[in-house]
């Protein structure tokens, strides 16, 4: 083109920016035939690119140095070598890295919709290989460890799902298809309502005979979370903006996402959050045509088998697709047919899994507690932002709602909207007219989510009731914070579409898209550090219960019964069970069945009458049946202190004192339930030894201690909180007494001259308060332990004639 004719151009330009009053830097920077848009477009794309793919390369090649190091170098680690061959190695690893990622904008650029394969699909696969990826730096390859549970307990929900899904493993196949009788003891319940994600549990069981004893696809499921959290991530952007550029780098948003990763190995099934995504995308592909609404019934049944919030989700998004599309064609029978099909289909599902048991009480509290603050897209959790704090939050609101989108998203939905309304010139009412099926969807989902208690941070701004069907049918969701993750994606949606598209030149709207991708990187580094820590060679609790009883009592015994209902230690008694193949009455669910309630009073009142049934074994979890259940079994039946749980094991064939880490029996554990005055009283010409673990300071009234004062105790127990406090009382001298902040410790032995007295005994004597940070208590008498090991006063009394223990008591703090 003759340079004049560009001139001429350029001045034509300049003057009709300034008749329209618009910005002249508009026009040269964003308008194709400018100067700045007759730059030599290859070669400074091209130099773009290569820059780019450098970059890129160098970060992978330092990112993966530990993997690849070792292999390079035929052994030993990045860290161990000189600089120099550091140098070399990152600098060979970066070449490598940017070859191939220069391969791969090739690929890209040569592919179109008549190669054989497609540019949606290329971009999936890479979505998804950059999910994996993300997957792997951040949590290792440990969790992928199928034989490996032991870390899935560290997190109580993590083990709720695993166990559920043993329980699940283990019993028969029974209807509806994901019923187990064996949890939940005698009624049963769905390991839907352990959030065992039936989607996989269920095909899994099909084969289980193949899979080895210890089995668990918690890791393995993340993975894919991962995998197709960045896929459909590609293709939504992809579809709505028509850039390949964006198709390549939403996944790295997307996979980041707070709202992800919060649930990632903390709310497990809830990680399926690419079934919202899905959704998502059927919905922009029916802009086009009708051809994929087949997939609705699919969508809606693998939500409803991951977690059933999801279906809520992805059935509104579906009547935002059916409205528009009604508006669009005004034919009301096709919509009938297609919603009436994907809700029966549904319904259907629902019925053969078991979310329609009879017995189970759909709705629960917590409607109002679990909700969204009007804040919640700009409040970060705690750690969770490197440039805010969080925001207040009203009182009566769950604290660890994540919905923060990130100052990265942020900033470029702020851009997005000033393209939308400032450069481009387009109106709120094209906007509108063009999605009008999401902005009917998003003020539904917005509604939900704020529940009836409508808050702004720490602020109730309203409320409002509705009849109680409603709200019951409303508690079913109880956490309805989460119905704004379609929207809190939808946000992602537009801002990086918007910003993709702000230049006609690909690598503007790119560089903008990786600077905002590195803020959003660094704000939420500190938590991706921390699950690398934590996941990548995962260290988990191992279980309290290692005594040889509980072996022993698992081929004698099919249940274990626990009464009152509690769920303290509730993991590892269901893991003992489960582990068994034994059925277990009681454990941590989603939803329970009102019936249980009825049917432990029921049992509890058989067991105080003495009617026990074959094959149970009771877990004792109240002061007030233990000494019902000791006076009217304890001397003619297993009851023991195991591991810190009372056990009735009527029938057993062993003796309690068998087992040298069984001490406490019902023939020494304060059967009469004797208050702590009485029971020294009683024992006032014994041997008493005292030891506090964490506190006593409520048990410390004058009535006590005027009691331990008639003993010789003259300071009585500690009125001070958390204070560790040990002693030993004989003859009515104190033996030993001391008060710390730290640990105290008291050791003797049998024979030893012990103010004037000849010790009876081999001591050992160990409290520790909740100030020393240890908490801790240790009665050991001639090498067996009589502590309970539990907050409070732990007392045992020993018999000065022989040196055998006679009694012990646990006397524990009441509230202040």
Request: hydrophobic fraction near 45%; proline fraction near 5%; charged fraction near 15%.
């Amino acid at each position: 083109m003759p340079i004049t004719t560009l001139m001429d151009k350029n001045s034509y330009l300049i003057l009709s920016k300034l008749r329209s009053n618009r910005s002249i830097l508009y026009g040269f920077v964003f308008q194709p035939g400018t100067i700045t848009g007759m730059m030599k477009r290859i070669n400074s794309d091209e130099a773009i690119r290569i820059t780019v793919s450098l970059l890129l390369g160098g970060l992978l090649a330092w990112l993966l140095k530990d993997i690849w190091a070792p292999w390079i170098l035929a052994g030993g680690s990045f860290s161990q070598r000189s600089l120099y061959v550091k140098i070399l190695l990152v600098g060979i690893s970066t070449v490598f890295f940017s070859l191939a990622i220069r391969g791969i904008i090739r690929i890209n650029d040569s592919i179109n919709d008549q190669s054989i394969v497609k540019p949606r699909n290329l971009l999936a696969i890479l979505g998804g290989c950059t999910g994996a990826l993300i997957f792997y730096l951040v949590y290792g390859t440990g969790t992928l460890d199928t034989g490996r549970v032991d870390w899935l307990f560290n997190l109580g929900d993590n083990a709720q799902h695993y166990l559920g899904w043993v329980f699940y493993r283990n019993d028969p196949w029974m209807f509806p298809i994901g019923f187990s009788c064996s949890l939940g003891y005698p009624t049963g319940t769905c390991m839907c309502f352990t959030d065992s994600i039936p989607l996989i549990a269920i095909p899994l069981k099909l084969i289980s005979f193949l899979l080895p004893a210890t089995f668990q696809y918690f890791g393995w499921w993340t993975l894919l979370n991962f995998v197709l959290q960045g896929a459909f991530a590609a293709l939504i952007l992809y579809e709505v903006s028509r850039r390949r550029l964006a198709a390549l780098i939403a996944p790295l948003f997307f996979c980041l996402a707070d709202i992800f990763l919060f649930r990632v190995f903390r709310y497990t099934p809830l990680s399926g959050q690419w079934i919202v995504l899905f959704a998502i995308y059927l919905y922009f592909l029916n802009k086009k045509d009708g051809q994929n609404n087949h997939l609705w019934p699919l969508v809606h049944g693998m939500a409803v088998l991951i977690q059933g919030y999801f279906f809520v989700m992805t059935f509104v998004i579906f009547c935002g697709t059916l409205l528009e599309r009604y508006l669009k064609d005004r034919k009301i029978l096709p919509i009938l047919k297609e919603f009436a099909i994907s809700l029966g289909s549904t319904a259907i599902l629902m019925w053969l899994v078991g979310f329609f048991t009879a017995s189970v009480d759909m709705s629960d509290e917590g409607l109002g507690y679990f909700k969204a603050n009007l804040n919640a897209f700009f409040n970060p959790l705690s750690g969770w932002s490197r440039f805010f704090s969080p925001l207040p939050l009203a009182e009566g609101t769950y604290p660890l709602n994540v919905n923060y989108l990130g100052l990265g998203i942020i900033l470029l939905f702020l851009l997005g909207l000033v393209s939308w309304f400032f450069w481009k010139k387009k109106s709120l009412r094209q906007m509108l007219v063009g999605n009008i099926g999401l902005f009917i969807i998003i003020p539904v989902l917005v509604i939900f989510a704020l529940s009836n208690v409508v808050t702004f941070n720490d602020r109730i701004l309203f409320s409002y009731t509705l009849p109680e069907p409603l709200l019951r049918l409303w508690g079913v969701f109880r956490g309805t914070e989460r119905m704004l993750w379609p929207v809190f994606y939808l946000v992602f949606i537009f801002a990086i579409s918007q910003t993709v598209n702000i230049s006609r030149r690909n690598w503007v709207g790119g560089l903008i898209l990786l600077a905002a991708f590195g803020v959003q990187l660094t704000e939420v580094m500190p938590q991706l550090q921390r699950f690398h820590t934590e996941f990548a060679e995962p260290q988990g609790k191992q279980t309290t219960l290692k005594s040889d009883f509980w072996s022993d009592a698992a081929s004698q015994f099919n249940s274990v019964v626990i009464l009152p209902l509690s769920l303290q230690n509730w993991d590892r008694l269901t893991q003992y069970a489960a582990e068994n193949h034994m059925r277990i009455n009681y454990s941590y669910y989603a939803r329970y069945s009102p019936s249980i309630g009825p049917a432990a009073a029921k049992k509890e009142k058989e067991l105080k009458n003495g009617d026990t049934l074959t094959g149970e074994m009771y877990i004792i979890k109240s002061p007030e049946l233990l000494h019902s259940v000791c006076q009217k079994y304890g001397r003619d039946a297993f009851l023991a202190y195991v591991n810190q749980e009372w056990v009735l094991a009527p029938g057993f064939s062993r003796n309690p004192m068998d087992y040298p880490d069984i001490s406490i029996t019902g023939t020494n554990s304060n059967c009469l339930a004797l208050p702590l005055d009485d029971f020294i009283t009683k024992y006032q010409d014994k041997i008493l030894v005292l030891s506090v673990m964490k506190d006593v300071s409520t048990l410390a009234n004058e009535a006590v201690n005027a009691t331990f004062r008639n003993l010789g105790l003259e300071i009585g127990l500690p009125s001070r909180a958390g204070m560790s406090f040990a002693a030993v009382l004989f003859r009515h001298k104190v033996q030993f007494v001391k008060t710390s902040e730290q640990k105290v410790e008291f050791s003797a032995q049998k024979g030893n001259s012990l103010s004037d007295s000849t010790w009876p005994i081999d001591l050992h004597l160990v409290s520790a308060g909740e100030i020393s940070g240890e908490e801790q208590a240790v009665i050991e008498i001639n090498h067996r332990d009589y502590s309970y090991h539990q907050n409070g006063l732990n007392l045992v009394v020993v018999d000065p004639a022989t040196g055998s223990v006679i009694d012990t008591a646990l006397f524990s703090p009441t509230e202040p």
